[in-house]
Nanobody
Framework: QVQLVESGGGLVQPGGSLRLSCAAF????????MSWHRQAPGKQRELVAI???????NYADSVKGRFTISRDNGKNTVYLQMNSLKPEDTAVYYC???????WGQGTQVTVSS
């Protein structure tokens, strides 16, 4: 069993930044691949970024160059640094243990002036 707890969402103006955190409990965090996803109202959930256990990363084209995924295995935590935020980034953001049915509860990110 794995429990994921997200934090760091909020309201930010266009062009601003936020950092999301996802703390994992009950797992051998360092050997699992993690990802961030998001779901905007009326849209399907989409993959935002992936980080493997070895630290390799991959990003959706829509966030490439603006978002950075990272991990701290000592703290069992994965992060999503979001810069140059746009209104279209508004969504509920979820962290996920790849290849397993474990999801966080979601954290709301709203980009608006």
């Amino acid at each position: 069993q794995v429990q994921l707890v997200e934090s760091g969402g909020g309201l930010v103006q266009p062009g601003g930044s936020l950092r999301l955190s996802c703390a994992a409990f009950g797992s051998i965090f360092s050997i699992i691949d993690m990802s961030w996803h998001r779901q905007a109202p009326g849209k399907q959930r989409e993959l935002v970024a992936i980080i493997t256990s070895a630290g390799s990363t991959n990003y959706a084209d829509s966030v490439k160059g603006r978002f950075t995924i990272s991990r701290d295995n000592g703290k069992n935590t994965v992060y999503l640094q979001m810069n140059s935020l746009k209104p279209e980034d508004t969504a509920v953001y979820y962290c996920h243990v790849r290849f397993h049915p474990y999801w966080g509860q979601g954290t709301q990110v709203t980009v608006s002036s």
